[in-house]
């Protein structure tokens, strides 16, 4: 699926993100009612925004 996250794909951040929200929705902590990509390749964008800032 294509989306405006494709640099982070497969990227450690990415990737360790992914499993991350697989457990939530395993435990039912959470209900994803957004396309996996694009949470978390948003979370990716805004944690190296903030890095990129700091």
């Not at 405006?4 to 994803?32: G, K, M, R, S």
Request: proline share 2%; glycine share 2%; hydrophobic share 35%.
């Amino acid at each position: 699926m294509k989306h405006p996250y494709q640099e982070f794909v497969d990227t450690a951040l990415w990737n360790n993100l992914w499993e991350t929200f697989d457990e939530l929705v395993e435990n039912q902590d959470i209900e994803e009612m957004t396309s996996r990509e694009y949470i978390v390749g948003y979370l990716c964008l805004k944690l190296q925004q903030k890095e990129t800032n700091e």
